[in-house]
């Protein structure tokens, strides 16, 4: 059993706390947010871990299927272990209520309540603003802005995908190609392949609520979705977020909000535990069996927009390059064998190549090859 060992200092003494694995139970881990957007739509299966375990099991072989309260029925299909994505494309329809339905690869049935999809509400505003956090800390606010005239859409739920540019700092249009080891040569050669600009996407992993069921009307005004600190590489270059914004029905909320008390970091020691999770599924076949998880439909609005550091911190320094690209990353060399030697075995790169003195610049991958970090794949919402 995997423990962890938090040292509590007091008086220059050092007592060890071993914390680990208690009681564990093998529950079922069930995942579903089906959207009114016409797209295949996703069923997660899985199991709970143990800590000394790498991540979740995934649950195989199981039929999965939604229905809605016309009786259509919408099939899934496994295409990775623990993913089932629908046959189809379909969406959430206004007025209809749906089911999921699953058996697993064990003869073992869950369903869900039924769900219905909640009042649409739009994004009204996307935008980006120099702010400093509570700690202190410069950086980048990601604010929206909603508005729902009808007052039936009260509680939100966001999400968010960042996708920025990687340029290496010691890319160069030249790379080295070994011509013969005995004797040893090598040849200075164009790059092949595009290896300066590439694009990494993040997508957010918390969980970030927000409602107006207690105010007067329902308006989202100037709630901040993320922080970026001015030093995140991801604002190195060109930086820009997709925000979803979901409405979800007030039994979501209370479930997403539980569900965010017990993740946060702060609450691994606290005194009050929220203990199990109670979720919108359960077992068919023992209704006593605890079941993990919640299968809800949404409404979805998204907006994305772009930001350049400097646009609103002229000031700001440009964020340091991840992977120690430094002057201490690079490597000045004129023997050819040693050449060689780091580039088979140590994988180095070409930076540069003085042609009069005969020096090769060369350095570890990260920080000449963008493709070491992400892809080269122009994605096909990117703006320069």
């Known amino acids: 059993m995997l423990l962890i060992s938090v040292s509590l200092v007091c008086n220059n003494c050092v007592d060890e706390f071993e914390f680990g694995t208690q009681n564990f139970e093998d529950i079922l881990v069930i995942e579903s947010t089906i959207t009114d957007e016409l797209k295949f739509q996703e069923v997660l299966i899985s199991r709970t871990f143990r800590l000394e375990n790498d991540g979740p099991l995934a649950e195989s072989n199981a039929t999965v299927s939604i229905v809605d309260d016309q009786q259509v029925e919408y099939s899934f299909n496994e295409t990775e272990p623990g993913k089932y994505v629908s046959a189809n494309m379909f969406e959430a329809q206004v007025g209809r209520s749906y089911q999921l339905q699953i058996t697993t690869n064990d003869g073992m049935s869950y369903s869900s309540r039924s769900s219905i999809l909640p009042q649409k509400a739009q994004i009204d505003n996307l935008y980006a603003e120099r702010v400093i956090n509570d700690a202190g800390v410069e950086g980048i606010g990601i604010f929206v802005d909603s508005f729902d005239p009808t007052g039936n859409a009260n509680f939100y739920r966001y999400k968010f995908d960042e996708t920025y540019q990687i340029i290496p700092p010691f890319w160069a249009p030249i790379d080295i190609e070994i011509v013969s080891d005995n004797p040893p040569e090598v040849a200075i050669v164009p790059r092949v392949r595009e290896e300066r600009v590439c ?14 069921n207690n105010l007067t009307e329902n308006r989202v005004d100037r709630f901040m979705v993320h922080f970026i600190e001015s030093d995140n590489v991801a604002l190195r270059d060109r930086y820009s977020i997709l925000v979803e ?29 929220p203990g199990f999770i109670n979720g919108n599924i359960f077992s068919v076949n023992t209704p006593n069996e605890n079941v993990l998880g919640f299968f809800e439909v949404v409404s979805v609005s998204s907006e994305r927009i772009f930001v350049n550091l400097k646009d609103f911190i002229p000031s700001a320094v440009r964020p340091e390059f991840d992977g120690n690209c430094t002057a201490g990353s690079l490597f000045v060399e004129t023997n050819v064998a040693i050449i060689i030697d780091l580039v088979r075995r140590r994988g180095m790169r070409l930076a540069a190549f003085d042609g009069f003195t005969e020096e090769y610049t060369l350095t570890i991958p990260v920080c000449t090859d963008c493709t070491v970090s992400g892809t080269n794949i122009r994605p096909d919402f990117w703006e320069d």
């Open 245 to 273: 914004q979901l409405i979800q029905t007030s039994e979501a909320q209370e479930f997403y909000s539980t569900l965010k008390d017990f993740s946060d970091s702060e609450s691994l020691f606290s005194q009050v535990q």
């Open 199 to 212: 694009y990494k996407t993040v997508p957010s992993n918390n969980i970030i609520l927000t409602s107006t």
